[in-house]
């Protein structure tokens, strides 16, 4: 199977759909001439024209609206944010409009919009470029949240993604695309709600997704060749719909759980996890529920710090064995 | 979408048409009698509406509750605006407005029976009991709301306008917003999109004095529809007292999106007689005098009839009988939103996920519903 980046996933994933739908529409900043700014889109002009590939203003608030627009008049709009960080100054437009013109119709009215773009810290761009906000997002209900955390994943979540009737907001990360992983040449799709067991273990299941999962597994490694500690790495790839049924199982396995998540600590995505799995797995759990998030302050520029205030393998290999202790 | 710079046209287009003679004008000159009947027969379908729409507010249904909770902001007075550009929509053209919506939903042909019993909160309601007062839809007539944040629907608008040019159809879509909402930043974005890639828009500024309790010379800097200019786009100025003037107005601006996808900003003045709300007591940011002044020399209805008396186009007779009828029929409205069935608790996670509604056909999995 060839090996190609999380990138070149993406790219393939929007490739297809546009090839395979005329209303979709690919529209964002510098998506076009300039190659997209992290060259997800690149080649995409060129193979498809300047009407389904889009050049915006910076105008976030503007051009997402307009998507939503389009979007209820049945064009498939995929938009671009540069950062997610940047769905603050579209909010309104997200969040209202996208979330709720369904609803607030009465069903009369569909929003098969995607915004994609990367959400995560790491990269020493300070508070506000690092923002982590799928849990802001799935707190809204008529609305779809994914995070893909390898190649294949990301290519065939994001085909669903773009099929799909409701709004879905795809959060990718900087610093997996360079990652490589195997993806087929023949087409698939992975449906949004599924999560994944990316290693089978029997002391510890972890709750993870995202660039997490890539630090779990390392993690498990290590635990499993220093500790002789066998972990589990449930990768949840969709935050909303959600398949806790998945992380249950593991649950009802291994007894211990761990939630690893690149979100600061209140109310966050592990907040709500944590509530389910005690309210529906709680005689199955030999312990507290534990949780390693991000560092609880904005975002830190210092390099060598913020590799300390997110979580990382070695951080993760400690929350474990405090878990397990 | 081109993305050549656009033609040169920030320029004020000036009506050439002394103000007594736009009912001769071509696009008000070719409507037949019963047409130009309509025009005022729904206008006045709107104010009964919402005078009904107001006793039910401030009354209790037989069980002692409210009819109608929330908010409702009445359109009194300024429906020459919505009826007039409604009236020249064919059927490419789209609607979106603001929260003061009722008199777009009635003007693009809803009908009043599920507008009343959205506001009573039934599931017979235009959006089943979901959106209430400000948040009024109808697709299937080319009205996509009804929106709640100022401002907030001027980029949807634009949005509808990129989908016809996309699709290749031939069409416009007006996006009106209050006064107050062009000192928002959206609006503003949307602007720029709308003129950049030549989009067939028509933003539409119901310019009725107030952004709420904020009159126009403490909240906006300059003039409101010239600021179009420093977006490249053509802008106009109408007065929205005369259902004929607007129609007049709004067709060359409709025309010049339909034909050559050029968008434009149109300033019509007009006013509200009610409070920004039914809650705002409309006693500390303007004088009874000035209502005063609009209701009883300004007022589109009257106005109206008067040229329609005149041009014998219909009779006293005939104008009374179109407003017993529009009373009856606002009275219809209440008694069915009255009589209406309100939604269950099991309705409240209907209509949230296209999914979820049509689960046979659903792909994805797990939970979309939390507890």
Known sequence: MPQITYREAIRHALAEELTRDPNVVVMGEEVAQFNGAYKVTEGLLAKFGPDRIVDTPISEAGFIGLGVGASMLGIRPVMELMFWSFYSVAFDQILNNAANVRYMSGGQINCPIVIRGPANGGTNVGATHSHTPENVLANHPGVKVVVPSTAYDAKGLLKSAIRDNDPVFFLENTILYGDKGEVPEAEYVIPLGKADVKRTGTDLTIVTYGRCVIHSLKAAETLEKEHDISVEVVDLRTIRPLDIDTVLASVRKTHRVLIVEEQKPFASVGTQLAYMIQREAFDDLDGPIHRLATVDAPAIYSPPVETEQLPNPGRVVKAVLAALA | MSKKPSAPAAKKVESAVPASDYALTPINASLSREQKIDLYRTMVRIRRF??????????????????????????????????????????????????????????????????????????????????????????????????????????????????????????????????????????????????????????????????????????????????????????????????????????????????????????????????????????????????????????????????????????????????????????????????????????????????????????????LFFD
């Open chain 2, 50 to 367: 919402e005078e009904r729409s107001l006793r039910a507010y401030q009354g209790k249904n037989a069980a002692g509750g409210t009819n109608i909770g929330g908010f409702l902001h009445l359109y009194i007075g300024q429906e020459a605006v919505a009826v007039g550009c409604c009236s020249l929509m064919g059927k490419n053209d789209h609607v979106i407005t603001a929260y003061r919506d009722h008199g777009h939903a009635i003007a693009v042909g809803m009908d009043t029976k599920p507008l009343m019993a959205e506001l009573y909160g039934k599931i017979t309601g235009c959006s089943k009991g979901k959106g209430g007062s400000m948040h009024y839809f109808a697709p299937d007539k080319n009205f996509w709301g009804g929106h709640g944040i100022v401002g907030g629907q001027i980029p949807l608008g634009t949005g509808l306008a990129y989908a016809l040019k996309y699709q290749g159809k031939k069409g416009a879509a007006m996006a009106f917003m209050g006064d107050g909402a062009v000192n928002q930043g959206a609006v503003h974005e949307a602007y720029n999109l709308a003129s950049l890639w030549n989009l067939p828009v028509v933003f539409v500024i119901e310019n009725n004095g107030y952004s709420m309790g904020t009159s126009q010379a403490r909240s906006s800097a300059g003039e409101l529809a010239k600021r179009a200019a420093g977006y490249n786009m053509e802008w106009g100025q109408c007065n929205g007292h005369d259902v004929f003037e607007v129609r007049a107005v709004m067709d060359h601006f409709l025309t010049q999106a339909r034909e050559n996808s050029r968008p434009s900003t149109v300033e019509i003045d007009t006013y509200r007689y009610r409070g920004h709300s039914v809650a705002d007591p409309d006693n500390t940011y303007r004088t009874k005098a000035e209502v005063e002044e609009y209701r009883n020399n300004k007022d589109p209805i009257q106005v109206a009839l008067h040229q329609l008396l005149a041009a014998g186009v219909f009779t006293a007779e005939i104008a009374e009988q179109i407003d017993a009828e529009a009373r009856t029929e606002a009275e219809i409205a209440a008694e069915f939103a009255d009589a209406s069935p309100y939604p269950t608790v099991d309705d409240i996670q209907k209509d949230v996920y296209w999914e979820s509604d049509h689960p046979a056909e659903r792909k994805s999995e797990g939970r």
